[in-house]
């Protein structure tokens, strides 16, 4: 099985958009979309979901206000001051002490040393995850809870489902729409991967986020192809990348012109390469065939 990740050193370079058209001319594949953050490839590609799960990254701590002796151990053990003396005052007159779920990093610290054993540590649930088919066949893809974190863990999550589906179904191919960036939900998007396809973009910031993310490839010894999207509105910028991939031993596949058939492509909720035929839609056609070639 070969896992094909496409990913980006910032956001808006047009990723999802190259992922979607890879759905309509790929054969036999799974699609997952790990870019749980911010995931929007099923604005596209119109999943009818079959399956959803909850996801729970991590646990959550809680005061019980009533077992609470107000001895504040707790606080002065919290490394991210996310314990205050802000709780209700229980029955035994104990004015407690209570815990902000949006600062907590679930470390369970509290837990630990309370000596009322008055702290609760339970699953929390912080997305949810979906199995559907698409118009282009089967995708796994998520939603991470507003403010939630573990979007590493949901990420690795959403690749082994996708994997697992993949076997089931005796398909070859598992076609990812990374996370943007070079942090966690990035590595989780890339370790073990088959093939990394960089979309990167003519621009200063451009450049900057191509030299990181290549970095964190060769760092995990993954084969690395990048494109240069939108390359006609800067050349020099476009030059310089393709430059820099060949000093760092990175191939540098078909560029790709900006064209407004992506809007109108956006807008009619479908892929630019199913939009059209001409100008963008033959140069992913071409990259595709580049990309599918290394595979």
Not at 41 to 52: A, F, Y
Not at 82 to 107: H, M, R, W, Y
Request: contains cysteine; hydrophobic residues 40%; charged residues 25%.
């Amino acid at each position: 099985m070969k896992e094909l990740v496409v990913i980006s050193g910032k956001g808006g370079t047009g990723k999802t958009s190259v992922v979607a058209s890879f759905a309509a001319l790929a054969e036999n594949k799974i699609l997952a979309d790990c870019d749980v953050d911010a995931a929007d490839l099923h604005l596209v590609l119109e999943p009818d979901v079959k399956e959803q799960m909850d996801f729970s990254g991590g646990s959550e701590a809680v005061v019980r206000a009533e077992d609470c002796v107000g001895c504040g151990i707790c606080a002065k053990l919290c490394k991210f001051e996310a314990i205050t003396q802000d709780g209700p005052v229980n029955s035994s007159g104990v004015k407690t002490f209570l815990i902000d779920p949006f600062g907590c990093e679930g470390c369970g610290v509290c837990v630990e040393f309370c000596p009322a054993k008055a702290i609760d540590f339970e699953e929390k649930t912080n997305g949810e995850s979906f199995v559907s088919e698409t118009r282009h066949g089967p995708m796994v893809h998520a939603k991470l809870g507003i403010a939630e974190e573990n979007s590493g863990k949901l990420v690795s999550f959403v690749r082994d489902k996708a994997r697992k589906l993949a076997t089931e179904r005796g398909v070859d191919l598992v076609i990812i729409d990374g996370s943007p960036g070079i942090g966690c939900p990035v590595i989780a998007s890339i370790t073990g991967a088959s093939l990394v396809l960089i979309v990167t973009e003519p621009t200063l910031s451009g450049l900057h986020d191509f030299k990181r993310v290549a970095a964190l490839t060769a760092h995990f010894g993954i084969p690395t192809l990048v494109t240069v999207n939108k390359w006609d509105i800067n050349p020099e910028m476009a030059d310089r990348i393709t430059a820099l991939a060949d000093q760092g031993g990175v191939k540098v596949v078909a560029r790709v012109r900006y064209d407004p058939a992506v809007t109108q492509a956006q807008v009619a909720r479908t892929s630019v390469v199913e939009h059209a035929t001409e100008g963008i839609a033959a140069d992913i056609r071409r990259l595709w065939e580049e990309v599918s070639a290394e595979l």
